[in-house]
């Protein structure tokens, strides 16, 4: 990220995309969101609701389920880019690349991040704005699909608060 401003813009940008995902999986049931029944004994809520800012409709699905492995295992398998294409279907199965790194807490795992993934089929201009964080209460991996040109003109240091997420 070019510039202080850049940074913070990105901050704020991600700040509402987790803050976005937070407020979706929190809903109450009798708010208007979606819940799918359970499937195999794995509950997945999916919620679908309009977005204020900018004019959208933000979509959440969420789960949990046990995994014989201890929760800063499954953390650092999600974050990190190499082992990606093995579960986001935003890789496409194809490698993803960090572009921009902002530290965001005294872990190493806490942090803003810029992937762009690579399709030999097609050059794109959407790239995926993560945020992650843990600590001794929990972890978690928040992602959206960002368009370039949009993501350049928060990094440029613009109010990022009309960037669709």
């Known amino acids: 990220v070019p510039s202080p401003e850049g940074k913070r813009s990105m901050m704020r940008l991600a700040q509402r995309m987790v803050s976005n995902y937070c407020l979706s999986v929190s809903r109450s049931n009798n708010s208007r969101s979606t819940f799918v029944s359970e499937l195999n004994e794995v509950g997945v809520r999916v919620t679908a609701h309009k977005s204020p800012e900018p004019n959208g409709t933000i979509l959440c699905a ?7 492995n201890s929760p800063q295992t499954v953390f650092n398998f999600l974050k990190d880019e190499r082992t990606r294409p093995q579960w986001d279907v935003l890789s ?22 810029v992937l762009r993934a690579s399709n030999a089929s097609q050059s794109s201009n959407m790239l995926i704005l993560q945020e992650s964080s843990i600590d001794s209460s929990g972890a978690q991996v928040v992602y959206s699909p960002v368009d370039l040109a949009a993501l350049n003109i928060a990094m440029s240091g613009e109010d990022p608060s009309y960037i669709p997420l």
């Open 92 to 113: 496409n199965g194809n490698p993803v690349q960090e572009v921009a790194h902002i530290a965001n807490g005294s872990h190493p795992g806490c942090c803003i991040s």
């Open 62 to 68: 969420a789960t949990t389920f046990w995994l014989p």
